[in-house]
């Protein structure tokens, strides 16, 4: 029997030249759902949440402690807010009746939702900003920030959209709220979140198998920030078959995980001869704000006698 082989699990991390951040705001007007708040607000800073509001309790709850030392700074800040939150509420209400009068529906359940905000890429300053509503899971309207046009995609917001168009003086401050107020919000936020939102947090990672035929599963947790590329390589290349990449998940303490499964039909048979120690690579790639490399874990990938061995 061959000695086993030990492969490093690698961490790359590479400094990025620059950061996209963003600022998103999320308005859901229902009816119908007797267990759910008829309006929910909800503001994201670079996927982060930092304040929530619903018709409930009719009043913004802030997410984050740096938040709170915002609103202590601005004084005025959390009543402007709460009355935005308070007259979309009045508002995305309002139009669900008109919604539903317009798709020819007199009751169930219905959701309208709308989302916007700015992003800002700190290297070379460059920014964007977008709106766009949605009716029962569907597009209904978007704004075209380069045209200062209303898009629509379903017949029933084309008169919307006429009028919405014919609003020049409206159009005209769209532009100027993506392109300068939202950013200026943004960074001001950044300014007080930077430590939190700006940390590197490295990610701990387990092998898992549930059977020797199921796939091998590669789960990597508690890594901040949330842009990181989980790959599987065999002989130095990478693997894309057989790969079923999972989504970025957030956990309760705000890092995230992920994982990556590995069905066995990706590695020859003939390879799996006794006794050799099969040679794959788990490798991330995260682009973090300072660089920084470092070695996580020495893991071992044998199939032998029916069995298979996971070891770090």
């Known amino acids: 029997m061959k000695a086993l082989t030990g492969l490093l699990l690698l961490v790359f991390g590479h400094a990025v030249s620059s950061v996209i951040h963003s600022l998103h705001y999320f308005y859901t007007a229902s009816s119908g759902l007797s267990t759910f708040p008829e309006f929910v607000a909800v503001g994201m800073l670079d996927e982060v949440q930092i304040g929530y509001y619903d018709s ?13 030392q915002f609103l202590r700074e601005h004084p005025g800040e959390l009543e402007r807010n709460t ?6 509420q009045h508002s995305l209400k ?23 905000g700015c992003e800002w890429d700190d290297e070379d300053g460059t920014t964007d900003g977008y709106e766009q509503f949605g009716y029962d899971g569907e597009d209904y309207l978007v704004l075209d920030l380069k045209t200062l046009t209303w898009v629509a995609p379903v017949r029933q917001a084309f008169t919307t959209k006429l009028r919405w168009d014919g609003d020049r003086a409206e159009l005209q401050y769209l532009k100027y709220y993506y392109t300068k107020q939202c950013v ?19 990610p701990r990672v387990s092998l ?12 990597a947790t508690g890594f901040y920030p949330d842009r990181v590329v989980v790959f599987w390589r065999r002989d130095g290349q990478e693997l894309h078959e057989q790969v079923d990449p999972g989504e970025v998940l957030p956990n309760h303490d705000g890092t995230f995980q992920v994982s990556v499964d590995l069905n066995l039909k990706a590695v020859p048979q003939e390879d799996w001869g006794s006794g050799l120690t099969i040679p794959i690579i788990i490798g991330f790639l995260v682009p973090l ?11 071992v990938y044998q ?3 029916g069995e298979t061995l996971l070891q770090h």
């Open 303 to 305: 199939k032998r006698n």
């Open 56 to 68: 409930n309790s009719k009043r913004i709850v802030m997410r984050q402690d740096w938040m709170e």
């Open 83 to 88: 009355g935005r939150a308070l007259g979309a």
């Open 94 to 116: 309002a139009e669900i009746v008109n919604l539903k009068r317009a798709f020819n529906q007199t009751g169930g359940t219905h959701l309208y939702q709308n989302m916007y």
């Open 208 to 219: 898992l198998q549930r059977s020797p035929s199921s796939p091998v599963v590669c789960h």
């Open 289 to 299: 704000l300072a660089a920084a490399s470092a070695v996580v874990g020495v893991f």
């Open 184 to 202: 200026d919000s943004l960074k001001k936020l950044l300014a007080y979140g930077k430590s939190t939102l700006q940390r590197t947090e490295r």
